[in-house]
């Protein structure tokens, strides 16, 4: 840590001591939880408590809808993304939640809004060509209304963080474009299913996952539209207990 922020040995200790009090006994920040944060983000200690690191936690508990009454939950923002504390409330964070509650883009009401940033605190900050480049592109490739996008961002907005060539390649493999020799087929109607029932679907990795999983099904003749909407989430033994179980049975069961 002081390799890279040699900055740090002259930093005022008292300073170094009002910050590390206001981490661990105001936000309520555990010894584990403050040495990871500051193993991330080291400059958190260089940072105003009253000009930076309050009005920032002021604004995920305010305007994020996280609450003081429910920050045991929302603290792990501030641990696990610190470089929260490095972006402009005026420039970036505040414009961001504008944009993500516009109804031309999300139109999130604030409890969507909370369950979104806290899932996946990085919407505030992704850029917002960045974000609705996604928006357009998984609006245009399932065929989504507008709740049905807003539904499928607030149930899983991990899916944000994905790039729109992760994005594309999975969408090819699943519709089955004639590229892959091993995809599973779908229509647009199938998938837009499959993801509305578990939008995670997209973020499993095509190499280790989705593909392997799906060539066995293709040599029991086994048909994805078919299976449990939830396969790709089993763990390897479940799915190899489940696709063994399927030649004993005339049908597919989960």
């Known amino acids: 840590m002081i390799v890279s922020r040699p900055q740090l040995l002259i930093y ?8 590390t009090t206001y981490f661990t006994k105001e936000l309520g920040l555990s010894a584990d939880e403050f040495a990871s944060m500051l193993q991330a983000y080291p400059s958190v200690l260089m940072h105003s ?23 045991a939950s929302w603290k792990r923002v501030v641990h696990s993304y610190p470089k929260i504390f490095s972006i402009s409330l005026e420039r970036t964070l505040r414009p961001k939640l504008q944009f993500l509650c516009d109804k031309r883009c999300l139109g999130l009401k604030r409890s969507e809004l909370s369950q979104v940033v806290g899932r996946f605190p990085p919407t505030l900050w992704l850029t917002e060509d960045n974000l609705q480049s996604k928006l357009d592109f998984l609006t245009t490739s399932l065929d989504l209304k507008e709740s049905e996008l807003r539904a499928l961002v607030v ?50 990795s095509l ?15 086994i048909f994805f539209y078919y299976c449990p909407k939830n396969l790709m989430s089993y763990t390897d033994a479940k799915f190899e207990s489940w696709i063994s179980a399927q030649a004993a049975t005339w049908s597919i069961s989960e």
Do not use: H
């Open 12 to 19: 005022s200790l008292p300073n170094v001591m009002a910050t």
């Open 49 to 71: 408590i009253d000009t930076r690191l309050r009005p920032t936690v002021d604004f995920l508990q305010n305007e994020c809808g996280g609450g003081k009454e429910n920050w």
């Open 155 to 204: 149930s899983y907005p991990q899916i944000l963080g994905l790039s729109l060539d992760n994005l594309n390649e999975k969408m090819s493999f699943f519709l089955g474009d004639g590229r892959d020799a091993i995809n599973c087929g779908l229509s647009k109607q199938q998938l837009k299913e499959f993801v509305l029932y578990q939008p995670a679907l997209l973020a499993y």
């Open 207 to 221: 190499e280790k996952r989705l593909r392997p999983r799906t060539e066995q099904m293709q040599e029991k003749n």
